[in-house]
């Protein structure tokens, strides 16, 4: 008797009738039962999203040959996965350990399910916050143009070498060149801290004082070339008033950082993020 | 040519393997296409709930016969209705206007589909504010038992009447007869003014303010003979700090308790809130 | 004997050692006693602001007589009201509501401390919910240079007639010339319908569909010539999916809109609002 | 030339007329100048609370001498602090490392002035977390009497040899005599994993699930013989849904521990909290 796999089965095709009644009738074909399902028509793009939980004693194999023919006559982007499989997840940062502190405390909890088989930086500030999760730790000066090639190439080289699945950017403060966002495309996140489309470049905590804005937030987006503009995951923000200076904004608002970097990483690992042009799915 | 129709289906049956299928399948079977659809398996009942948004041109009877041989095999609840029809609604006042306020201007500004035959209440107070939105106004006064026993009848009357598929009640003073309660089953909806659990009895705000909490909210709820306790629906919460005494408590509540119950009415005209033993499934 | 009055006075100057010693002693002299006492001291502008509650029997002159050594002394701004006392304001709108709806429905529930001699608009669509409410409304059509100018002149005309304090724009669709901007300078307050500094321009919740963000919000601010860039004095926020459309985010965005304008409107009757440089001081 | 100190000052008393002026008065004679200023007059008991940020050159015996003809009059409790100074405390934990870590996390990113001499716990799974941050970690098994009464003498002989201001039940499953309640009145505090006034007793995250809340949280109060009725300090909560099952609400709710915890340290670090009866009062 094989046990029971829970397996999590996204899809993305062009919208068109019938997709749910083929969808569910190769899930029967493979004994499967539907535990989980979220769909989404798109009237921008015609696009039709599909994230579905299926508990199944199928092989792989069986489940995916009974899938095959829908996913060919729709012509589906489809992927088939281990509910809690962990994500092979490769973190840069810089010199503040918010959000990686966060990352790595969830991992251990449980509550983040990451494979980390590397933590590259720019400074060693935070080697010994690594250590202490026993992660191994990188850093190499980024303070030249030879040196940013370099970095960004060890970048690709651990991606390669590790099937790496995502890159997280925790408050890594440089900025990617055009030719590592196409080769990450979809699979790199940064956290930006500002409420986007709020203030952008630099000091945006400092923009906000002067604006005397009445709540601060942080955005999680897709990494493109096109700086602080790539797809929106998620955003939060808090309240906060005239006695704060610009230094308290910062450290308030790396709280809602590391939360929301945190909420987009666990989203990506389950598969619950999907690309529908410039905006997002996020079957929650 | 027929004209589309864009149909909501609710399902609940115990749960089983192949029900998303054969719902599909029949969906299928009359031109429909899925739009819209949520489900969920309760691990706690073992029931399975649906809710279907779908497109289709196919009449009424044409639907329901494709549905009726996958409703019979898995004996399910199913209600089949259509996208933004007015809900038939009586709704129960006492004094404070808040609440009907909030129902009567969402009603007018388009974003709540309800047809209110009829407001009742035990004052005459809120008549003009009825009367500035075209809704009949019945006032009785319930002061004895008889009294009460008359005005429950008269409501029961309206809802045989106008076929009532909702009663709303309010911030109605009076506490429901258990005959009330058990023939409203599963249709009359009640705002609580606390965070239930929380505070109950009489004016929770002046118990809120004696126990120095932080946050206070309200709870829209189904009415049920055990006061207080029927499954909940919706809450919400806001922050109020050392310096609000019991009355500011009450003005800074009642935000709460409008928009938790135009909320919860909301939800149930769109068919979103099922019921699994006492708790809700919502599918926003 | 006479009765104890509630005063509220509100300070502002450069600040400096030994303010709130002169100022409480004066309130001593007046046998006044502070009931609520808050200031804050600007690094950025070197501006004292103080804003007091004070239980007192002496007369206004009394009071004044007290205060006006220190005020001179210190150079200050200074304001003396009454607790609770009706903010003399006109209020324009266009053809939306629900700004107006509440701010009315308020005043009548006497959350809101309002004196109300006219409503304007450059549309007759809301005479009705005005007239509800009993407040005069006049309608002028604004689609030529000539009628905006007059428009205006009619705005200033009623400002001068019944010594108004506030012009709310509650959703008037028009741009104010800097000529009225500048003669209204501190004492009229916009709502705008998007998380300044957000997305500007016409139609900001098409943006935000666009750009799939996760939090849609409404921030209401000072008016001033710079078109959305006056000092802020309130924001909400509230999370939005993927699932909705622009009409959508437009619905869900007036509750927003609404909540936040009455909240900026209520600081600005209780002079809980005091200007510091392009950044607004609220005293909550 | 003697340096500029940041004095933190609260006062405590039966509410007068006059109190502002003569301690102000004070102020101005120990040549300091009013940087913050909040006060409260409490309706319910009739006491006056005050929290004053005072910048002096002057040093602790000449403040001292120049407020205690104020405090003698009106018979306050009074404290004079330093801005920033670390507050001795020491932290209870059992198995649960949330609200250790965050503790830990935001002492040593600077966010919580805390001087921790030692982590005390009932079981030793946490020492590695206290190791990383180089904390003293002791762990003594309580699972009878007189391990219980071994383990709360040894928490009063902490306190004593390290003159301990806060003692923080950071998730520390054991139920306090009343004796060592009695002990630490008003300095300790304690995290509930429940919304207060909500689910009481084991497992109100499984409460909350079979209820069907729509909202769960997280309560800080100070610790009192009489078990979660201690004076609220703070409270937080978080939407949930339906879909999550018992061990997720637990998840979720830690967060909610967590931030709400840290939240009150750090308040109760800066003098924030001010106890009025049963009530606390929090000057943000």
Redesign the interface.
């Known amino acids: 008797m094989t046990a029971t796999t829970h397996w999590i089965l996204t899809l993305v095709c062009d919208d068109k009738?019938?997709?749910?009644?083929a969808v569910?009738?190769a899930?029967?074909e493979a004994?499967?039962?539907?535990?989980?399902?979220?769909?989404?028509?798109s009237?921008?793009t015609g696009r039709f999203f599909m994230r579905l939980q299926v508990e199944s004693a199928a092989s792989r194999s069986t489940f995916e040959a009974a899938l095959a023919p829908v996913t060919d006559r729709y012509r589906m982007i489809s992927q088939l996965d281990i509910v809690g499989r962990p994500l092979r997840t490769l973190v840069l940062v810089s010199k503040a350990?918010?959000c990686l502190?966060d990352l790595l405390?969830r991992e251990r909890?449980g509550?983040l399910a990451m494979d980390l088989p590397l933590v590259m930086s720019n400074h060693s500030d935070l080697g010994s916050l690594a250590a202490?999760y026993d992660v191994p730790f990188e850093a190499h000066p980024v303070t030249s143009p030879g040196q940013k090639l370099a970095f960004e190439q060890r970048v690709l080289e651990v991606v390669e070498e590790h099937d790496i699945e995502l890159v997280v950017l925790a408050r890594y403060m440089q900025i990617l060149s055009p030719e590592l966002c196409a080769a990450l495309n979809g699979r790199a996140i940064n956290i930006h801290h500002s409420?986007?489309?709020?203030?952008k470049g630099a000091n945006p905590y400092k923009q906000a004082h002067?604006?005397?804005?009445?709540?601060i937030?942080a955005t999680a987006h897709f990494v493109t070339s096109d700086l602080d503009e790539g797809?929106?995951?998620?955003?939060?923000?808090v309240r906060v008033?005239?006695?704060r200076?610009a230094s308290e904004l910062v450290?308030i608002g790396q709280?809602e950082e590391s939360?929301t970097l945190t909420q987009a990483v666990k989203w990506f690992a389950e598969h619950r993020v999907l690309l529908?042009g410039?905006?997002?799915?996020?079957f929650?």
């Open positions: 009738p019938g997709i749910v009644k569910s009738g899930i029967v004994d499967g039962n539907i535990t989980e399902s979220q769909q989404f028509s009237a921008d350990g918010h502190n405390y909890a509550q202490f409420f986007l489309p709020g203030f002067a604006r005397g804005v009445k709540l937030g797809p929106i995951i998620e955003q939060n923000v008033d005239h006695s200076d450290a709280d939360r529908d410039a905006r997002t799915i996020i929650r």
